[in-house]
């Protein structure tokens, strides 16, 4: 069923609501593993792709020239509160929305949990994805061309086995590691390709 994303994102907003609620002022200014982004901008994004709808999007990618990363920082800049706190409240107001682009649902779990992890790993938080929400959203990376921001083109000629889920993806030698990790490695977070292993993994980061 197409909306049974939406429990699985709303718990992952909220999650993540809950640990930003703790953090200080100079851990929002802190860099995320997003280049050039700290914290409190990943959170911007995340409250503009949670008010992203079918008709707004298309209309901000007109008026971004049709450039994702134009359309990005815009909605980054445009959501950014004067302060934490404005730009939590915010992501408060927009967790349980359930409005997306036109692109498949669970893009919204690739979202949450990756820009989670973006959030995260810098200032040193764990958290416990929920496994649907991190496989879906590895199959969905795996399957999507580069141009739409998935990892189709990269992980050609391997096979993605992750250790926690029953699941292999793709044909070629093996890249093993967390379903978690295999994620945020094809969806271009370096820091995630040490934790690889496998007869694969020596070409999967040579495509990185």
């Known amino acids: 069923m197409k909306n049974d994303v939406w429990p699985l994102v709303h718990a992952e907003r909220a999650a993540l609501i809950e640990d930003l609620a703790h953090l200080d002022d100079k851990q929002w200014d802190h860099p995320s593993l997003c280049e050039g982004w700290t914290v ?71 979202e949450e949990v990756v820009h989670g992890e973006d959030i995260r790993r ?25 141009s739409f921001g998935g990892a189709k083109e990269k992980i050609a000629g391997v096979r993605l086995t992750p250790t926690d889920a029953d699941l292999s993806i793709g044909d070629g030698p093996e890249v093993r590691g967390t379903a978690l990790s295999l994620l945020l490695a094809i969806s271009g977070r370096s820091e995630a390709l040490g934790e690889l292993d496998g007869p694969g993994a020596t070409t ?3 495509a990185a």
């Open 40 to 110: 409190h901008d990943v959170v911007a994004h995340l409250i503009d792709t949670a008010r992203t709808t079918r008709l707004g999007f298309v209309g901000s990618m007109v008026r971004a020239r049709f450039d994702f990363d134009r359309q990005n920082a815009r909605g980054m800049q445009r959501e950014r509160g004067a302060s934490p706190q404005e730009t939590l409240e915010r992501l408060r107001q927009v967790a349980s929305r359930t409005s997306a682009p036109p692109a498949p649902l669970d893009t919204r779990l690739v």
């Open 204 to 206: 999967l980061r040579a």
């Open 122 to 146: 810098p200032l040193g938080l764990t958290h416990s994805y929920r496994p649907e929400a991190v496989v879906r959203s590895l199959r969905l990376q795996a399957r999507t061309s580069a």
